[in-house]
């Protein structure tokens, strides 16, 4: 509990579908400053990859509630290692300390070898990163990406 808020990871159903694609389009729009998509012919800007994660057993969907709200999500792939492939939290609950209670509780879920990735063009999720990973990690950078690779495993 942070704040008197209370903080649930839930996995996502394929019930929960649409309240996973409506909070992708949010961060797709804040991610545009960094990548600099626009939405399409039909006002989205989608994501390919979404329905994937109901279907490919390798991949898992996971939603953030705060005080029973909606509060962001997170798509873990296992390539191996473990990756994560795409996590929001929405601004109203940012800086709050949600976003690392969110990232510790999917580390934890899936014990072993992790990545996690983020653009050059996006410090912040750089910063955040490094405040957010509980565990030793070893980072790389490539021509358009800082990756941190670590295990999941608490002492």
Do not use: C
């Amino acid at each position: 509990m942070i704040w008197g808020m209370t903080f649930a990871l839930v996995e996502a159903k394929s019930t929960d579908r649409a309240v996973l694609r409506r909070l992708v389009e949010l961060y797709r729009y804040d991610f545009s400053q960094f990548d600099h998509a626009d939405v399409g012919p039909h006002g989205d800007y989608g994501y390919p990859y979404l329905d994937h994660y109901w279907t490919d057993p390798g991949r898992h969907p996971f939603l953030f509630q705060v005080d029973d709200n909606w509060a962001g999500f997170a798509l873990v792939r296992e390539i191996p290692p473990y990756d994560m492939a795409e996590f929001f939290v929405m601004r109203k609950y940012r800086r709050l300390g949600f976003g690392r209670q969110a990232a510790l509780a999917v580390f934890t879920k899936f014990p072993g070898r992790w990545q996690v990735r983020q653009q050059l063009t996006n410090p912040e999720a750089t910063a955040f990163w490094h405040a957010a990973i509980p565990f030793a990690y070893t980072e790389q950078e490539t021509p358009d990406e800082i990756i941190q690779e670590f295990t999941s495993q608490l002492e």
